[in-house]
């Protein structure tokens, strides 16, 4: 018998559990990011985010409340349009590589770059 149904679309599109992932990944490298930024800061180091800056200027604990909960929640309103928007898909997508890049950056500034 011959298959009649139309083609779908679902191979072009990312599996539930492979959004819930990028999502879980975003909010694990966004406290790594935030925990080395914490360390660097201590070593001397100066944040060049402005935003993230003036969150410092609030204490350790507010920038870590302000810099999660901007993460999270941007990674979980991607994640909930991932599936249907193809563009929103390549966003979450291309937010895990930055931050995989920065998690980079951040163990090489942590273990061969001497405090001043």
Do not use: Q
């Not at 492979?18 to 660097?40: E, G, M, P, R, S």
């Not at 599936?83 to 273990?111: G, M, Q």
């Amino acid at each position: 018998m011959e298959d009649r149904r139309p083609p779908s679309d679902s191979r072009s599109r990312p599996r539930v559990p492979l959004i819930c992932l990028t999502v879980a990944y975003l909010i694990v490298t966004n406290l790594f990011d935030a925990w080395a930024t914490l360390t660097l800061i201590e070593r001397g180091a100066e944040e060049s985010n402005p935003l993230m800056h003036a969150a410092l200027l609030m204490g350790p604990e507010r920038f870590l409340l302000i810099k999660m909960s901007l993460v999270m929640l941007s990674a979980m309103l991607l994640g909930l349009y991932a599936r249907r928007v193809r563009w929103v898909w390549y966003s979450l997508v291309t937010l895990a590589v930055a931050f995989s890049l920065l998690l980079t950056f951040h163990v090489y500034l942590i273990c061969f770059v001497p405090p001043p």
